[in-house]
Structure formats: C-alpha cells, structure tokens
C-alpha cells in the first residue's frame, strides 16, 4: 500500500525568508501524480502544485517549487519569499493512477513571523 | 476555473436525526467523486469513493450503513449521515475529479455538529 510521510509536524519561517517542507512516499507503481495542497483556517482545499512522475523537470508556480526525486521517493515543496498569507496547513499528497485516489500525509503546520 | 460546490457548510442537528450533505460539479462531468473525513488538527481520512450509476466503494472501518452514499448522476453526489450521534460530529470534504490526469477539486467542507 501506498503511503506519504510528513515528518515535520510544524515549521516557522520569517516572512520574506524561504522555507522547505518535506514529504516522502512509498510506492511500487512508476507513473503517478504528487500534490502540495494548502489547507488555511477556512479550511478549504488548494491546490499549490502538482508533478507528474514522468516528467524530470521539477514543477513550479510563482514562489512554489518542488524538488522531486523519484529514486528516493522524496518530494519536498520550497516556498520562496514567504508572505504572511502562505501560513497553512500544507498537505503532500499521492493519486494513484488505477483508481484516482489521493493519499494524504498527516500534514505540515507552517507558521510565518512578521 | 472547475468548482465543486458543497451544502451545507454547517449543519447542527440532534442526536438521532439524519443528515445529507451534497457535492456538485458545477462546471464539468465528475467521473468520480470522494468522500473525505478530517478530524481537528488531522489530515484527510478517505472514507468513500462515489461512482455514478454504481454502488460507493467505502474504505476499510467506515460503516457503510451510517454513512449513505448516492452518486445519481455525473454532477451530483450525496452523504447522508444516517441516525447520528455525537461522535459523528466532524468536517466533512468532497471531491470531484475528471480522470487521473486532471487534479481533484474539492468542496469547501460541511462541519457538522451533533448535539
């Protein structure tokens, strides 16, 4: 079965500064989807940023990258410039492809400091 | 940009009643459509998998008689919490996807609260 670990619970950054937040998984399948989904106090879904494990070329949007990498089944987000707005809960998350399922990982708390 | 709309977005009831929850695609055909459960402070729980025309597919624990689930047509898919008890009080997430190569959407939750 397919899991995401997020082994950082909660993270602070200053606001202005870079900040990076990891995730790994754990799958036997080669062609799959990652997200980053940011989840504020209204608790509504967003979606950041999203890799297609074909592809090499790490995806980005705006002051978000990934650094994906496929052997080491790691895939950890940067948040570049970091606004007071970005403080969220940022979830990692796999989809499998048989069945469009989205596996969660338990979750970063990031916090930014004025 | 796609929009899964979800209503109510907070329900209180009695201990007892029923309660159904609603999650529309509004602008695009849902293929499938997911249920999730999320608990304070804790990350998305999958309990359903919603497929038009065809019986819900639920995950291991979650018991298919309290939580009703009717996928009726391509836009529409209904939670219905069946004779709740507090301990079903929680936040309840849908949502829609288009197929594997396109992202989920989902709705902005409904919280309930049983009292």
């Known amino acids: 079965a397919q899991t995401v670990t997020q082994s950082q619970p909660e993270m602070s950054v200053q606001e202005a500064e870079t900040v990076t937040l990891s995730c790994t998984y754990d799958?036997?399948?080669?062609?799959?989807?990652l997200f980053w989904y940011k989840q504020p106090p209204s608790r509504q879904m967003i979606l950041v940023i999203r890799?297609?494990?074909?592809?090499?070329q790490n995806a980005t949007e705006n002051r978000f990258s990934v650094n994906f990498q496929k052997a080491a089944k790691s895939f950890s987000l940067k948040i570049s410039d970091s606004q007071l707005g970005d403080a969220a809960m940022y979830f990692c998350a796999y989809k499998r492809p048989r069945d469009d399922k989205i596996i969660f990982g338990k979750g970063t708390r990031l916090h930014i400091l004025p | 940009g796609a929009v899964v709309s979800q209503h109510p977005s907070w329900v209180i009831c009695k201990s007892g009643t029923s309660v159904k929850i609603e999650c529309r695609s509004l602008d695009f055909q849902a293929t499938t459509m997911f249920w999730y459960r999320q608990f304070p402070k804790q990350s998305l729980m999958l309990m359903a998998t919603?497929?038009?025309?065809?019986?819900?597919?639920?995950e291991q624990g979650v018991e298919k008689d309290k939580f009703l689930i009717n996928h009726a047509s391509l836009t529409l898919s209904t939670l219905t919490v069946t004779s709740a008890h507090p301990e079903d009080s929680s936040f309840y997430i849908c949502?829609?996807?288009?197929?594997?190569?396109?992202?989920?959407?989902f709705g902005d939750g409904t919280r309930l609260s049983i009292l």
């Open positions: 799958t036997s399948e080669s062609d799959y989807y």
């Open positions: 890799q297609e494990a074909y592809k090499q």
């Open positions: 949502s829609a996807g288009r197929g594997y190569n396109q992202p989920q959407h």
């Open positions: 919603s497929n038009e025309g065809s019986k819900a597919t639920y």
